[in-house]
């Protein structure tokens, strides 16, 4: 399924030496997207020392890029050789690019890692308030139960086939291809 993007943003995976760009969009998130993304208020250095920690962990970061900056971010990490093919997933997405299908499109591609590193199951930790982040893995035929005042969705995700591999293989050229090109052009405006 095409995903609708606003112009001139593309959905594609972080790549190492992006730390900085991952960072800087935590940072950006207003007081109340931060406060759904971690569940509660947390300070600049926590979201820091976060950052730092995902990277260092066997986690794939999808982001929406435009205009060379990160204005949204889909995190998938194992949970651990005591869940084995269990996961979980966070999304963030910049406010002024919220309601543009930006979630949808993030969580498409996350599904389709999960489903090609052989996750069957997708924790979506979120607050029971947290109405959209609900509608959006509902819209994924998500299963809410609910646990304590928060929300976990539970994402069954369908078996990797060769053509889900060659999906994802060519949502990752079609993003280096895009990369490139944004790169080049900037070069060129310096
Ligand atoms: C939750 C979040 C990731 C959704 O991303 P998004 O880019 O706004 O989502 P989309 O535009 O793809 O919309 C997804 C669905 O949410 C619902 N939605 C969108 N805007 C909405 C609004 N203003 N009010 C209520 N529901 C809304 C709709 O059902 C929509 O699906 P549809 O467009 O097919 O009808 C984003 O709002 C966000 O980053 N919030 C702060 C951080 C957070 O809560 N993270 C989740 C915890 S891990």
Redesign the pocket.
Known sequence: MQDILPEGGVVRKLWIGEAAKYRDHMLR?DP???H??F?GGVSDDFVRDYVDLSLSVDAVVHGFFLGGAMR?AAELRPLGSGFPRQAE??????KP???????????RRTLLAARNRGYRLLH????AE????Q??A??FDAELSFDFGSVVGEVESSRATPLSLMREIMADHHGFATAMLDLQSRMLRA
């Open positions: 998130l109340q997207s931060r759904s993304r569940g949204g997933a966070a999304i963030s997405v910049e690019w919220q309601s543009h299908g930006v979630g949808s499109a993030l969580l979506m930790a979120c607050l947290n109405r959209r982040m509608q959006l509902r819209k």
